[in-house]
C-alpha cells in the first residue's frame, strides 16, 4: 500500500493553514524579502498540541509546498516529517512566541536589507510618514544577543514582544505576528515598506516635515484596529489571486 500524501494525512484545517503559510513563502520571495534559505515563517496547527509548521531547511522559498512544510512540537519534536531539518535559530524564535501568544498563530521573520538597516540605527524606526504611523504603536523592540541558537534567549524574546505584533530585532531584522497567515504578512508589508521609506528619506539629506501629533494618534488608531482587517478580507485574497497567477504549485 502507498503511503498516503499529506494533504490526506492531514485535516482539513491544518492543509489550509499549509497553503496559506507555502503562499507566505512564495509571497516573501516575490517581494525580494528572502534571504536564501535563511530566515523562517511558521503558522501554529489548529488544536490543542502547540504544534506548528516551519520551513524545510534546505529550501529556498520559491520552492516550498504545502506538503513541504515541518510539523514540529514546543519540543522540537518533528510531528509530521517531509524528510527534511529545521532551521535550529528559527525553532528558539518561533517556539517562543508560539508557547505564550495564542494569538500569535503566524510568526513571521526576515533579514531585509531596509529592515535590518533600520534595525541598526539607534533610533529604529521614525514616525516619518504615514505607513510607519501605522505600525509604532503596536512595534517593540529586542536586543541583540547573536544568532538565536541559545534557547535561555526565549524568555527575553517573550518580554520585549508582550503584546504587541511587530517587532525590531536590533541589528537583525523584522518580526511580525498575527492571528492569521494573512494578518502577519500584511503587517510585514506595512513594517517593511516603512523601513524602506525611511531609508530613502534619510539618505537625501534634506529636512523632513513633522507629522503633527493628532495625526499621528489617528494613523496609529487606524494601524492597530483595521490593519487585521482589511489583510483578511481584501490584501490576502488578492495575493492568492496574484500568486496562483504566477505559480499555483505552492499548493502542492
Known amino acids: 500500500m502507498s503511503k498516503p ?3 490526506e494525512a492531514v485535516s482539513a484545517a491544518e492543509w489550509s493553514v499549509r ?4 503562499a507566505a513563502y512564495r509571497l516573501v520571495a516575490h517581494f525580494g524579502w528572502d534571504d536564501l534559505v535563511f530566515t523562517h515563517i511558521s503558522a501554529r496547527v489548529p488544536g490543542p498540541e502547540h504544534h506548528f509548521l516551519i520551513n524545510p531547511y534546505g529550501l529556498l522559498f520559491d520552492e516550498i509546498t504545502a506538503s513541504s512544510l515541518v510539523k514540529i512540537d514546543l519540543e522540537s519534536n518533528v510531528i509530521l516529517d517531509t524528510g527534511y531539518p529545521v532551521n ?4 528558539t524564535i518561533h517556539s517562543a512566541i508560539h508557547a505564550v501568544r495564542e494569538d500569535a498563530l503566524c510568526v513571521l521573520h526576515l533579514h531585509t536589507l531596509d529592515g535590518t538597516a533600520v534595525a541598526t540605527c539607534k533610533d529604529g524606526l521614525l514616525p ?11 512595534l517593540a523592540y529586542h536586543d ?3 544568532v538565536a541558537f541559545d534557547l535561555a534567549e526565549r524568555p527575553r524574546l517573550q518580554s520585549s514582544l508582550g503584546k504587541h505584533s511587530l517587532l525590531v530585532l536590533k541589528n537583525h531584522g523584522t518580526l511580525t505576528v498575527g492571528a492569521t497567515v494573512a494578518t502577519a504578512f500584511t503587517r ?7 523601513c524602506s521609506m525611511q531609508v530613502r528619506t534619510l539618505g537625501q539629506g534634506r529636512d523632513v516635515h513633522a507629522t503633527p501629533d493628532e495625526v499621528r494618534a489617528k494613523n496609529a488608531f487606524i494601524g492597530q484596529h483595521a490593519l487585521a482587517a482589511a489583510s483578511e478580507a481584501l490584501v490576502w485574497p488578492a495575493l492568492l489571486r496574484r500568486l496562483d497567477k504566477l505559480d499555483p504549485s505552492y499548493r502542492d
Do not use: P, W
Open 5 to 7: 500524501s499529506v494533504k
Open 19 to 22: 497553503c496559506d503559510l507555502a
Open 88 to 91: 535550529a535559530a528559527g525553532f
Open 128 to 138: 516619518l510618514n504615514q505607513t510607519a504611523q501605522l505600525v509604532l504603536a503596536d
Open 144 to 146: 541583540y544577543e547573536g
Open 188 to 194: 510585514m508589508y506595512f513594517l517593511e515598506r516603512a
